[in-house]
């Protein structure tokens, strides 16, 4: 499986931007996309996640409420809808598969770069 978040960029503070997450030899069923970031000089952090066959949400804390996770009509797609951006959202984005529900994220696609302008 390999899997691929784009969309990421420079965008000033109270903006939105949108990251897809896309796997390629496969299409998600009985699996959990995450979304994770790291800011520079910081470990790695959980944003968000979905299961996608009855798509539930779960979501960080400092991202709820302003981050939406959600599927794509291709069923290899999902996506991270973020707004209201702050400055402190600054990171790598990666998306991550938890395939058949492990409970662990063993699939991983490189980062996209977004970073929010104060």
């Known amino acids: 499986v390999q899997l691929q978040a784009s969309g990421g960029g420079l965008v000033q503070a109270g903006g939105s931007l949108r990251l897809s997450c896309a796997a390629s030899?496969?299409?998600?069923?009985?699996?959990?996309v995450g979304w994770f970031r790291r800011a520079p000089g910081k470990e790695r952090e959980f944003v968000g996640s979905?299961?996608?066959?009855?798509?539930?949400?779960y979501y960080a804390d400092s991202v709820k409420g302003r981050f939406t996770i959600s599927r794509g009509n291709a069923k290899n797609t999902a996506f991270l809808q973020m707004n209201s951006l702050k400055p402190e959202d600054t990171a790598v984005y990666y998306c991550?598969?938890?395939?058949?529900?492990?409970?662990?994220?063993?699939?991983w696609g490189r980062g996209t770069l977004v970073t929010v302008s104060s």
């Open positions: 991550a598969l938890d395939q058949g529900l492990s409970g662990r994220f063993s699939y």
């Open positions: 030899g496969r299409t998600f069923s009985n699996d959990r």
């Open positions: 979905i299961t996608w066959i009855t798509g539930y949400t």
